[in-house]
């Protein structure tokens, strides 16, 4: 069965310190993974797939096979990245997105 | 984001009544999901949509019930059967049916029963 594991509720830090929120998965197929974003009264969105390999608002995201692990990572953190964070877990072929159970960062000044 | 809505923000009901969540979409998107939002559990999913006048049961579909007599609405049922129907609940659309692709979330349906 697919899952995703969010091990840390809440990741509290400092501003300008760096950010790793960890996703581990477990899928016997070949994964798609995702990172989506919460933002205080905005929409759930999309905030980076492995697939593009791209860095978006300074956040980066390695798939590990090996470890199967898709940790999101960001150098210096900000206020503003003060959100609920959720990795989720797609297949080829696989119509469905499973969830983690969602990581809150807060970020203080 | 206005592509998707979601009508009410908030409702509320008594218990033993059905009730039934509005998820339109404009975008022409290809497939529908309804999620259901908990403190501490994630995004959960209770039905999705594939095509018009086809869908599939999700992890947790006990209670619900959907439609999809068109590709812009995919209305979601919430019965007295449902054991615990106070929560949020994300509509979400996505362009094509294969994995990759993102899904758009409306602003979702925040439902209270008591």
């Known amino acids: 069965a697919q899952r995703v594991t969010q091990p840390e509720k809440l990741l509290s830090v400092f501003k300008g310190a760096p950010v790793e929120l960890k996703c581990n998965y477990s899928y016997s197929g070949s994964p798609e993974l995702f990172w989506y974003v919460q933002y205080s009264r905005q929409r759930l969105q999309l905030l980076l797939r492995?697939?593009s390999r791209e860095s978006i608002k300074g956040f980066t995201a390695d798939l590990n096979k090996g470890e199967t692990s898709f940790h999101l990572k960001k150098p210096f953190a900000q206020e503003e990245d003060s959100a609920m964070y959720y990795c989720?877990?797609?297949?080829?072929?696989?119509?469905?997105?499973?969830f983690g159970t969602g990581t809150r960062l807060l970020v203080s000044p | 984001d206005g592509g998707i809505t979601q009508s009410p923000k908030y409702l509320f009901r008594k218990e033993g009544q059905n009730v039934t969540l509005s998820c339109e979409q404009n975008?022409?998107?290809?497939?529908m999901y309804w999620y259901r939002q908990d403190p501490g559990q994630g995004l959960r999913l209770i039905y999705y949509s594939q095509i018009v006048n086809d869908f599939q049961k999700g992890d947790i579909a006990e209670g619900y019930s959907v439609s999809r007599e068109k590709k812009e609405s995919f209305p979601l049922t919430v019965t007295s059967a449902q054991k615990n129907p106070t929560a949020f609940y994300l509509c979400a659309t996505k362009m094509g049916t294969s994995g990759g692709y993102e899904q758009y979330f409306g602003p979702g349906t925040r439902l209270t029963v008591t």
């Open positions: 492995h697939i």
């Open positions: 989720a877990l797609s297949g080829t072929g696989f119509q469905k997105l499973v």
């Open positions: 975008l022409n998107h290809d497939a």
